[in-house]
């Protein structure tokens, strides 16, 4: 089985400084992984994903991600954290061989103060 | 924005109503989902549909009954609805059931059932 954790429910940054938004994973074999982002009222975005190669993703609105095979975490990274940037942010794994579908972290929510 | 529309945006329905939730991508894919979202629970696949046959039906209760016309459109009929499926119900639709292509949602129905 698939799973995802994100130990944080949230993340507190003042405007201007570097966030990083944690999440680790457990799979049975090579891991898909995503970040979205959901604003208020509105459905899931998506950011970025890793599939193979770099282990340092650039997605979008600035936002990067780390794969890190060993730690088995993918955390999701900004240099310089904008106010617009709060909102809810899922990380989710999805296994490479066979089917199967996405499974979902419970959420960090981000708050930026000005 | 994402290319996948959902109506309507919220319904109220009683436990003993009859309603349909609707969904349409615009993207050219081939795989839809519903998933449920609760407050401070991670997001629940309920369904999922690849080249218009359903692939995975995560214990659903059957007062829950999807349908895939065709690749384009996603319903969800509901019935005899408990307090507990209140809930924001999100849409989603990708490239390939099996594959690294993201997912793009919808922004959601939110259900309250009374």
């Known amino acids: 089985a698939q799973s995802v954790a994100q130990p944080e429910d949230q993340v507190n940054v003042a405007e201007g400084n570097p966030l990083t938004v944690k999440c680790t994973y457990s799979?049975?074999?090579?891991?898909?992984l995503f970040w979205y982002v959901q604003y208020p009222n509105r459905g899931l975005q998506f950011l970025l994903k890793?599939?193979?190669?770099?282990?340092l993703v650039k997605g979008s609105y600035g936002f990067e991600a780390e794969f890190n095979k060993s730690q088995t975490s993918f955390h999701l990274k900004k240099p310089s954290a904008l106010v617009s940037d709060s909102a809810l942010y899922f990380c989710a794994v999805r296994v490479l061989s066979g089917y199967s579908t996405l499974t979902f972290g419970k959420g960090t929510m981000l708050l930026v103060s000005p | 924005e994402t290319g996948v529309t959902q109506t309507p945006r919220h319904l109220v329905m009683g436990m003993t109503n009859k309603k349909s939730l609707k969904c349409e991508q615009h993207?050219?894919?081939?795989?839809m989902y519903w998933y449920k979202q609760s407050a401070k629970k991670p997001l629940e696949l309920m369904f999922v549909?690849?080249?218009?046959?359903?692939?995975e039906n995560n214990s659903v209760p059957s007062r829950f009954s999807p349908e895939c016309p065709n690749s384009s459109h996603l319903f969800l009929h509901l019935h005899t609805l408990q307090p507990e499926d209140s809930a924001l119900y999100l849409c989603?639709?990708?490239?390939?059931?099996?594959?690294?292509?993201?997912?793009?949602f919808g922004p959601g129905t939110r259900l309250t059932v009374t």
């Open positions: 890793y599939i193979t190669g770099d282990n």
């Open positions: 989603a639709s990708s490239q390939g059931g099996t594959s690294a292509y993201e997912q793009y």
């Open positions: 993207l050219g894919h081939n795989a």
């Open positions: 799979v049975s074999g090579n891991p898909y």
């Open positions: 549909y690849s080249l218009e046959e359903r692939v």
